[in-house]
T-cell receptor, first 113, second 115 residues
C-alpha cells in the first residue's frame, strides 16, 4: 500500500542552525512529492514539490528538498532556521495518475532562541 | 492572491446532529477535495469531486457523509448524524486539474467538536 513515513514526530533546533526533516515513501513508481507547512490556526501551505528532473528542488521561505530514488526519500532542508519556521511540516505524495494527497504523520518543529 | 475559505472556523455539535461544513474554492479551479485531521494524527483524504460528482472517496467517507456543490461557488461537506469520532479538523482544498503535478490549495480548516 502507498504510504509516507516521517520518522521524527518532534524536532527542536536552535535559531540559526540547519534543519533536515526526513520523509520516506513507499510506492511502486516515483510519485509526485510535496512538502506542506501548517502554522497554528492556518491551513496547509505548499513549500515545494518534485515531479521530475533535477532532484534538488527549491521552495519558498528558503527551503529545499532532495529526491533520492535509491532511498525512496524526499528530505526537507534549510541551512539556517528562523523562529518563524516553528510549525508542523507534512510530506505528501500523489500517485502518478493524480488525485488524492497521501500525507505523512507530520513533524512538529520547535525553534529555540 | 486567491485563496480557499472555510466556514465556520469552529463548530460544536451534539452527537447525532447533522452538520454542514462550507468551503469556497478558488474560483477557476475544477477539482475539490475534503481531508480531515483527527487530533494528533495524519491528514487523511476523504473525497474528491469534479463535474458535480464524486471522483474518488476513501473508506472513511461512508453513507453518513455527502458532498455537494449547491451553486457556482460553494462546496459543502455534510455529516448526517455525527459521532464522537468525527471530531477533527476538516480541510477543504481545490486544484486546477487532477494531474499529480497540479497543486492543491488548502483552506484554513473547520474544527468540528462532537459532544
Amino acid at each position: 500500500a502507498q504510504s509516507v513515513t516521517q520518522p521524527d514526530i518532534h524536532i527542536t533546533v536552535s535559531e540559526g542552525a540547519s534543519l533536515e526533516l526526513r520523509c520516506n515513501y513507499s510506492y511502486g513508481a516515483t510519485p509526485y512529492l510535496f512538502w506542506y507547512v501548517q502554522s497554528p490556526g492556518q491551513g496547509l501551505q505548499l513549500l515545494l514539490k518534485y515531479f521530475s528532473g533535477d532532484t534538488l528542488v527549491q521552495g519558498i521561505k528558503g527551503f529545499e528538498a532532495e529526491f533520492k530514488r535509491s532511498q525512496s526519500s524526499f528530505n526537507l532542508r534549510k541551512p539556517s532556521v528562523h523562529w518563524s519556521d516553528a510549525a508542523e511540516y507534512f510530506c505528501a505524495v500523489v500517485p502518478n495518475q493524480g488525485g488524492k494527497l497521501i500525507f505523512g504523520q507530520g513533524t512538529e518543529l520547535s525553534v529555540k532562541p | 492572491e486567491p485563496e480557499v475559505t472555510q466556514t465556520p472556523s469552529h463548530q460544536v455539535t451534539q452527537m447525532g446532529q447533522e452538520v454542514i461544513l462550507r468551503c469556497v474554492p478558488i474560483s477557476n479551479h475544477l477539482y475539490f477535495y475534503w481531508y480531515r485531521q483527527i487530533l494528533g494524527q495524519k491528514v487523511e483524504f476523504l473525497v474528491s469531486f469534479y463535474n458535480n460528482e464524486i471522483s474518488e472517496k476513501s473508506e472513511i467517507f461512508d453513507d453518513q457523509f455527502s458532498v455537494e456543490r449547491p451553486d457556482g461557488s460553494n462546496f459543502t461537506l455534510k455529516i448526517r448524524s455525527t459521532k464522537l469520532e468525527d471530531s477533527a479538523m476538516y480541510f477543504c482544498a481545490s486544484s486546477m486539474s487532477l494531474a499529480g503535478a497540479s497543486e492543491q490549495f488548502f483552506g484554513p480548516g473547520t474544527r468540528l467538536t462532537v459532544l
